[in-house]
Structure formats: structure tokens, C-alpha cells
């Protein structure tokens, strides 16, 4: 088998190609299950379940998101929202002006579906079908790329998302997933290759 590695300069927020079996994902080529990734996201969406979450929950979070960004030398943008309210925004240089709808796209998804972006557009993968036949919704206005993912109260439920831009969408979620889980404290299964 041949591994092929895509250099950081490919398209990012767009659509994956399925190659034969093989996923494409920033910086290689490698097998995946798309049934896996469901399993594991599901289990990321309940383990990264807050007790509160405070401007000072959201302030971490969004810090170490952007420190991460940082450290890759990527151009992203992150935004936090709780009850309707921006409670972080951030972007490092050269995040194109693009990323803002981007971000809009990803976090309609969250919370209409109180799911991660990237669980949903993998769901719809699965059935083999777009948001427009399952849902009646348009592109316009929904992205069902990773990197949204909800903020969810114990015993509350869902009052928010966290939503990254400006790399491939496994590592929007992956960085995500991070994010949260260091702000927790919790050690979580990640997806492959991230």
C-alpha cells in the first residue's frame, strides 16, 4: 500500500475525498470506519460534559484552541457561544475573512442537532444522503464539516458550542476535542490521525 502525504497547502473547510476505502485527512491517507468514528464521537460527546461553564470556562478554552492554532502555524478562527452570546472569538493571522461563515455554517449544525458537526456530515455520509434530502436544510446556511462541537451542561443538556476554522475538518474536531478535554481534565479517546 501507498501512503500519500498532502502537504499543509491543500483546501481546508471542503469536502474529503473517498478513495477506494482510504479517507483523505490533512497530512496523509489512511483506512477508516466511518461507523468507528460515529462510536467515538458519540462517546467524546458524552464524556466532555461540564458541570458549569463559565466567560472563564470559555476564555480556557478558547486559549488553548488558539495556542494550538499557534504552535501548527495555522490561520483559524474559534468562536464560543453560550445562550445565544459570544463569549470568545479569536483568529490568528492570515485566517481569511471566509472562516467567519464558516463558523456561522458549523455552528447552525450544533444547535439544531445538538451533535458535532462532523458526527452529523458523517451520519448523512453513511446514509449516503445530503443535508437537503434528510433535513430540508441548504449549504447555505449549514456545514457539516468537523470542528463544531456542543458545550453540554451534566444534567442540563446542551447551552452552547465551541467552533473551530481553517483546517481539515477531522482536525478542526480533533483540536476541538482537545480543547475541551484539557479544560475538563479528562483523558478521551481520540479519532485516528489526527
Not at 482510504?22 to 467515538?40: C, H, M
Not at 478554552?61 to 468562536?79: I, K, N, P, S
Not at 449516503?128 to 441548504?138: A, P, S
Not at 449549514?142 to 463544531?148: D, K, P
Amino acid at each position: 500500500m501507498e501512503l500519500l502525504v498532502v502537504p499543509k497547502s491543500i483546501p481546508t473547510d471542503g469536502p474529503d475525498e473517498d478513495m477506494n476505502g482510504y479517507y483523505f485527512a490533512y497530512g496523509g491517507i489512511f483506512p477508516v470506519s466511518i461507523e468507528a468514528d460515529l462510536k467515538t464521537i458519540a462517546m467524546q460527546e458524552q464524556q466532555l460534559q461540564f458541570e458549569t461553564f463559565s466567560a472563564e470556562t470559555a476564555w480556557l478554552v478558547g486559549c488553548r484552541l488558539r495556542a494550538d492554532a499557534l504552535a501548527r502555524g495555522a490561520a483559524m478562527t474559534f468562536e464560543i457561544q453560550v445562550a445565544g452570546r459570544t463569549v470568545f472569538l479569536a483568529t490568528t493571522d492570515g485566517a481569511p475573512a471566509g472562516q467567519a461563515d464558516w463558523i456561522r455554517r458549523k455552528r447552525n449544525v450544533v444547535m439544531r442537532f445538538g451533535r458535532s458537526s462532523y458526527a452529523i456530515g458523517l451520519q448523512l455520509e453513511l446514509e449516503g444522503k445530503t443535508i437537503e434530502q434528510r433535513h430540508g436544510l441548504t449549504l447555505a446556511d449549514y456545514a457539516m464539516h468537523g470542528g463544531g462541537f456542543p458545550i453540554t451542561l451534566r444534567g442540563t443538556g446542551m447551552i452552547g458550542s465551541v467552533i473551530s476554522s481553517g483546517l481539515h475538518q477531522r482536525v478542526d474536531h480533533g483540536m476541538v476535542v482537545d480543547a475541551l478535554a484539557g479544560a475538563i481534565g479528562v483523558e478521551i479517546e481520540r479519532l485516528p490521525a489526527q
